[in-house]
């Protein structure tokens, strides 16, 4: 026998042979529930608190204000920065002041024609005529250094306001009213929707669930189940000393019905019905043509 002729018969055989793995069921198998994240929110600025406003196991919104810290010579450098931005005094000064030297300078530049004046004279008068044009544009240059100065004391004002990131649940409040913070995080939050659920899979099911899966989670305890889930990553790396690789799920909790924390078990949904070999499916008899 050939190499042709064996290739032929072990795809013969291939194509003939039950597709073990895609016709087994995946075992219902442990997963734990955790938020999808948790954030230990700081503040940029050091200071000290002047306000922490959630307390433990309240929920707290995207961009909602939770704390605040002393910002009284903050505000004052804004309020400062604010007057001088606004302030056209400067400029309208300069202006007047450039205007009167160009009417000065045409008034010589006409005498100049009759001799009234000496060539010094004009010479002396178009000179301030330009130096106090050029004052006019520093004057203007000086009022945007303002507004951008005051920009600049807002932001620094706007840094004694901490905002949560993320909406969720407060789990830990670290500081209280009055304390110094620097590097520390205030408090610590956790997003509880969509929650995680981690499963540990055993490496003999590698290449069975892929992200975008189904699955039905039941809860150990707490409300009663089962919820639908969606794989939302794979592990491309398993664990060689446990056989094992992780996967993570999504599930939606909108109202926060279900508590992080507790243990579960999850049974996975086949994502796409079995699919034959390529070869194996019979093709139809072509019609004979007459010869």
């Not at 010579?73 to 160009?102: D, N, V, Y």
Request: with cysteine.
């Amino acid at each position: 026998m050939n190499h042709t002729t064996g290739m032929a018969i072990g795809l013969a055989l291939l194509a003939n042979a039950p597709i073990q793995a895609a016709g087994d069921a995946l075992p219902v198998l442990d997963c734990i529930v955790q938020p999808s994240e948790i954030v230990d929110i700081g503040s940029g600025a050091p200071g000290v608190v002047a306000a922490i406003l959630p307390r433990r196991n309240e929920r707290v919104s995207s961009g909602a204000i939770i704390a605040r810290l002393e910002s009284g010579m903050e505000q004052a450098s804004a309020e400062l920065a604010k007057a001088r931005a606004s302030s056209k005094t400067e400029i309208r000064l300069r202006q007047a002041t450039a205007a009167f030297g160009q009417r000065t300078q045409e008034r010589n530049q006409a005498l100049r024609k009759t001799a009234a004046v000496s060539a010094h004279e004009l010479d002396q008068s178009t000179t301030e005529m330009r130096i106090a044009w050029m004052q006019v544009k520093q004057a203007r240059e000086n009022q945007h250094i303002a507004e951008l100065e005051y920009q600049r004391t807002l932001a620094a004002l706007e840094r004694r306001v901490i905002h949560s990131p993320v909406d969720g649940v407060v789990m830990q409040r670290f500081k209280s009213l009055g304390e110094y913070v620097d590097n520390e995080p205030l408090m610590r939050v956790a997003r509880l929707d969509p929650l995680h659920v981690e499963v540990i899979v055993p490496v003999e099911y590698l290449g069975r669930i892929d992200a975008g899966m189904l699955a039905e989670v039941t809860l150990a305890a707490g409300p009663v189940g089962p919820y639908q889930a969606v794989v939302e990553s794979v592990d491309r790396v398993a664990d060689a000393a446990s056989a094992t690789y992780g996967v993570r799920l999504s599930l939606p909790n909108p109202n926060y019905q279900i508590p992080a924390g507790l243990r579960c078990h999850v049974e996975f949904r086949p994502a796409r019905p079995e699919r034959p070999l390529a070869g194996s499916e019979t093709r139809q008899a072509e019609p004979d043509t007459p010869s």
